[in-house]
């Protein structure tokens, strides 16, 4: 059983081989891609099931006794199809830095403080107009020693999941007006300022709420001219 996927638009997405983003020098193919066709269980299953996903899970502020450091905000929008239709059912999951820029992980051990009450972890399912919404802090800036001086801009890695294993997309939201944007090769590598843009989230006065979170709203298009850039391993 062979299925085709759309062709996706090459221009949209990161290159494999962008020496700025060093890491990408070793990681990127030196020879042609092979191909294997996906069989038919890894395309119909397993999938996550929505029991798995509980209530609170989208509320990161909320997994320990106490309130996580930082900046509130509501990380909310849509994910889409070509034609601007929702997109249902996704098991959207996010995973990002405390409000000082340090992740829960044994490999980032920079000199910025873990917070006791904040993993940076949280999932949700998309609803029946495609819709999600998380609660969150916002994730500081940290070093990343890609050269010198190099520091991360701000921002939270998505993951959607589509109906089995192989079919999932990986991408990272940024803020607005963040000045660390146009030193961040792992946001400039993706050449087409346009589809570069569409990573940044969007200051959503209408979702802040008063005294509590401010909000800011990113829309995920899966494939098409608006398509999200995504990133893809070699
Ligand atoms: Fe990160």
Same mark, same amino acid.
């Not at 983003?21 to 020879?31: E, L, N």
């Not at 405390?98 to 904040?118: E, K, T």
């Given at each position: 059983?062979?299925?085709?996927?759309?062709?996706?638009?090459?221009?949209?997405?990161?290159?494999?081989?962008?020496?700025?983003?060093?890491?990408?020098?070793?990681?990127?193919?030196?020879?042609?891609?092979?191909?294997?066709?996906?069989?038919?269980?890894?395309?119909?299953?397993?999938?996550?099931?929505?029991?798995?996903?509980?209530?609170?899970?989208?509320?990161?502020?909320?997994?320990?006794?106490?309130?996580?450091?930082?900046?509130?905000?509501?990380?909310?929008?849509?994910?889409?199809?070509?034609?601007?239709?929702?997109?249902?059912?996704?098991?959207?999951?996010?995973?990002?830095?405390?409000?000082?820029?340090?992740?829960?992980?044994?490999?980032?051990?920079?000199?910025?403080?873990?917070?006791?009450? %904040?993993?940076?972890?949280?999932?949700?399912?998309?609803?029946?107009?495609?819709?999600?919404?998380?609660?969150?802090?916002?994730?500081?800036?940290?070093?990343?020693?890609?050269?010198?001086?190099?520091?991360?801009?701000?921002?939270?890695? %998505?993951?959607?999941?589509?109906?089995? %294993?192989?079919?999932?997309?990986?991408?990272?939201?940024? %803020?607005?007006?963040?000045?660390?944007?146009?030193?961040?090769?792992?946001?400039?590598?993706?050449?087409?300022?346009?589809?570069?843009?569409?990573?940044?989230?969007?200051?959503?006065?209408?979702?802040?709420?008063?005294?509590?979170?401010?909000?800011?709203?990113?829309?995920?298009?899966?494939?098409?001219?608006?398509?999200?850039?995504?990133?893809?391993?070699?």
């Amino acid at each position: 059983m062979t299925l085709i996927f759309p062709k996706e638009s090459l221009a949209v997405f990161p290159k494999h081989l962008s020496p700025d983003y060093r890491s990408t020098v070793k990681r990127s193919p030196s020879k042609p891609l092979i191909i294997v066709p996906h069989t038919l269980s890894e395309l119909t299953g397993p999938v996550y099931g929505h029991n798995a996903v509980q209530e609170g899970d989208a509320d990161l502020t909320k997994q320990h006794k106490g309130e996580p450091l930082g900046e509130r905000i509501i990380v909310h929008g849509h994910v889409l199809d070509e034609d601007k239709r929702p997109v249902p059912d996704t098991l959207v999951e996010i995973w990002q830095a405390n409000a000082c820029g340090r992740y829960v992980h044994n490999v980032d051990q920079h000199p910025a403080p873990l917070d006791p009450n %904040f993993t940076g972890a949280g999932r949700t399912i998309t609803d029946k107009k495609g819709y999600y919404r998380f609660i969150t802090v916002k994730p500081g800036a940290y070093p990343w020693r890609n050269h010198p001086n190099a520091w991360r801009a701000a921002h939270i890695h %998505f993951s959607l999941f589509g109906r089995a %294993f192989t079919q999932r997309l990986v991408t990272q939201m940024y %803020f607005p007006g963040d000045p660390l944007l146009p030193y961040d090769p792992m946001f400039t590598c993706i050449e087409n300022e346009a589809a570069r843009n569409r990573l940044v989230s969007a200051f959503d006065w209408e979702s802040t709420i008063p005294e509590q979170a401010l909000g800011y709203r990113f829309d995920i298009v899966l494939r098409g001219r608006e398509e999200t850039p995504m990133e893809k391993m070699p």
